[in-house]
């Protein structure tokens, strides 16, 4: 199964020194777009990993260099981690609707 890995919400960013709380604007389109079609929830699992790294369960698969988020993997280990090509690839393969 596609596992898309997503920052959880309202995380700090410590290097920034602000203290102030954050969110991943391409997280959330993301979230938007399985909330719009339910079904993706049945067919990729949906992994929310945190804003601090290392983000093992990203780096487990496809190593340290590549745990950016939002990041699609797919079933061959290869993955996608443009919000955009991600969201080109669901419309592709799982039917949903393009953005217009």
Do not use: W
Not at 44 to 63: C, D, M, T
Request: some cysteine; proline content about 5%.
């Amino acid at each position: 199964m596609k596992k898309l890995f997503l920052l959880k919400a309202d995380f700090q960013d410590t290097s920034r020194g602000e203290g102030k709380r954050y969110f991943c604007p391409d997280c959330v389109m993301l979230e938007g777009l399985i909330s719009y079609y339910p079904q993706l929830s049945n067919e990729l699992e949906v992994k929310y990993v945190s804003f601090s790294r290392p983000r093992q369960a990203i780096v487990n698969l496809i190593g340290e260099a590549n745990q950016s988020c939002p990041v699609l993997v797919l079933e061959n280990g290869s993955f996608i981690n443009e919000t955009s090509d991600i969201i080109r690839h669901l419309t592709e393969y799982h039917k949903v609707g393009h953005p217009h």
